[in-house]
């Protein structure tokens, strides 16, 4: 079956770096687009950002754009975002997102940003 497992978050000061992992399995990983969801607390769902299956066609939403790099390993059937320039506001539970013939959604990683 399906399965999405984030990892990387956690507590980084304002102006620091985080990398988040999405392992994956139970899928054609290099054959989908994925996506990378966040939800701030008392907040709903937010686009992060999204690659193409082969690690092109990435783009970033506008409250992210330039600090934040999605990239991918095909053979490891992995995600990533990598969290630079931390701000307050990306505080958020972050999620990793398939669409296949049903939309799957791991379980998350926090991230709090906070001096």
């Known amino acids: 079956q399906v399965q999405l497992v984030e990892s990387g978050g956690g507590l980084v000061q304002p102006g620091g770096s985080l990398r988040l992992s999405c392992a994956t399995s139970?899928?054609?990983?290099?054959?989908?687009?994925m996506y990378w969801v966040r939800q701030a607390p008392g907040k709903g769902l937010e686009w992060v950002s999204h690659i193409g299956p082969a690690g092109g066609g990435t783009e970033y939403a506008d409250s992210v754009k330039g600090r934040f790099t999605i990239y991918r390993d095909n053979t490891k059937n992995t995600l990533y975002l990598q969290m630079n320039s931390a701000k307050v506001e990306d505080t958020a539970v972050y999620y990793c997102?398939?669409?296949?013939?049903?939309?799957?959604w791991g379980q998350g990683t926090q991230v709090t940003v906070s001096s």
């Open positions: 139970g899928f054609t990983f290099s054959g989908y687009s």
């Open positions: 997102n398939y669409r296949g013939n049903q939309n799957y």
